[in-house]
């Protein structure tokens, strides 16, 4: 090799490999066989040249922008590649005017949105009536839920695909058509092991983009040797930087996974509570927000079972707020596991629940004149207050005495379980209540 070569052609490394291995076909497209295979819906489309408007929906790296290119070029459309980032109500119409140029000369246009959640209401407002009239068949491009993100108006109008993140083995096989087709690594040898390969695809979390980054990192810096270049497991591993974790703090993924805490804790799993709470944290997840749904938790699920719950998950919102992460994850992971381990009653949830049920569907109920408060003159002579029983004068510190409206008087709202320490309070609750009837039922008989 001369002093003037180099293993690779520098040219070549001017364009990224992930964009060197875009494909140009269906044939070549990784993954998303839920959508491609023959007979799918959307391979029929695209066979039929019948492509109707889409959002497709999914994590980054899985091929939306490039199945949108591949579409346009099998149903022979011109193809408009449009950024909701760098782009304004101007740009929206002069590139409708020049779809409907393309119209009225009987072409057909593609108009690919990336990112279209991050267009406001007006701006995917603007693209309804060119849709209704055909000008452009509109593919959108989303990482978030389009239920949350795209106009309902726009939305009904478009068919929505999800795309799912490569599994590992498509990965590592797109890797290695890289290391060996033409627009990859050319005709170079690279040795790499499989499990290497493995590890990256891992990494990437069902990102290709990702992967191939990754690998080019790698590659380039190899071990070269002639007209080979060696990949070893240390190089891999100072090429893979953190993981970027799925996660939106603002979409469905935030919802999925606070969801997926709450209720992995409600089911007394601290091993996948603890994993909820790492994947949350560990990709920015405030984590004053994580400890406020453990303090709605220690009451909604816990309850009276165990009261510590709730002084437990208080403590660890208060640490957050006197440390910040990451000091306070083990604060959080102290509450999570608690509760994920402590006895279960939700009667206070149900007990609320019924009672709210009541206040809101029945007739407003004037409080007991006996409960009633005489502030004025007026009020003691209209009753308010008599035959009120200060609890603290009986022998029993309990009184007979009626608190609900008449129409509610024997309703019963909260119900203990027998969980944990809430079984004493069931007792005592029975207790009083056995009590309190036995002294109205004498009462009536006098």
Known sequence: MSENDSLFDNRIFTTPL?????????????????????????????????????????????????????????TKSTFINFSAVTSGIKEIRDVMNKAEQNRSQGEKTILFIDEIH????????????????????????TTENPSFEVNSALLSRCKVFVLKPLSNEDIVSLLKRALTAPQGFMDKHVSIPDDLLKLIAGYANGDARTALNTLEMAVLNGI????????????????????????????????????????????????????WLARMLEAGEDPLYIARRVVRFASEDVGMADSRALEVAIAAYQACQFLGYPECNVHLTHAVVFCSLAPKSNALELAYNSAKDDAMNMLDEPVPLQIRNAETSLMKDLGYGDGYIYAHDTKEKLSAMQCLPDSLKDKKYYNPTEQGVEIRVKQRKDAIDAWKKKKREEMNQK
């Open 18 to 74: 992930a964009s060197r291995m875009r494909p140009e076909t269906l044939e070549d497209f990784a993954g998303q066989k839920h959508l491609l295979d023959h007979g799918k819906v959307l391979r029929n489309m695209i066979d039929q040249d019948n492509v109707q408007s889409m959002i497709f929906w999914g994590p980054p790296g899985v091929g939306k922008t490039t199945l949108a290119k591949i579409i346009a070029k099998c």
């Open 118 to 141: 991050r267009f406001n209401k007006s701006q995917q407002d603007a693209f309804l009536p060119y849709v209704e009239r055909g000008s452009i068949t509109l593919i959108g491009a």
């Open 224 to 275: 070269q040797k002639d007209d080979s270049v060696e990949v070893t497991k240390d190089i891999i591993i100072q090429c893979l930087s953190k993981k970027a974790l799925l996660y939106d703090k603002n979409g469905e993924e935030h919802y999925n996974l606070i969801s997926a805490l709450h209720k992995s804790m409600r089911n007394s799993d601290a091993d996948a509570a603890v994993y």
